[in-house]
């Protein structure tokens, strides 16, 4: 459950743009201003949730579907991410 301190953040900042704000607008966007606290916490929720979902994929989706998510194992607290620092760079000019 997402808590009051981020619900607050939200619909402040929803009610000073005088519209709804996605969550993941909320988290990417640096202009809108989000707190940093509350962004961090929305960021976790969300990620806590999709992968939720993602281990429930076989009965949300049809089967072959299904077959091709794979839900991301996190480490626990303290322990090191398993992905090479910058692998995802393109270096070749």
């Not at 707190?35 to 929305?42: H, K, N």
């Amino acid at each position: 459950m997402l808590s009051e301190f981020v619900k607050l953040r939200l619909a402040k900042l929803e009610a000073g743009q005088q519209r709804g704000i996605p969550f993941n607008e909320a988290i990417g966007n640096d202009t809108l201003g989000l707190d940093i606290m509350a962004r961090g916490v929305l960021q976790d929720w969300l990620a806590t949730m999709f992968n939720q979902y993602d281990r429930i994929a076989a009965k949300l989706l049809p089967v072959v579907e299904a077959a091709t998510i794979k839900p991301k194992i996190i480490p626990p607290i303290g322990e090191p991410l398993f992905a090479k620092r910058g692998a995802k760079v393109n270096l070749a000019e």
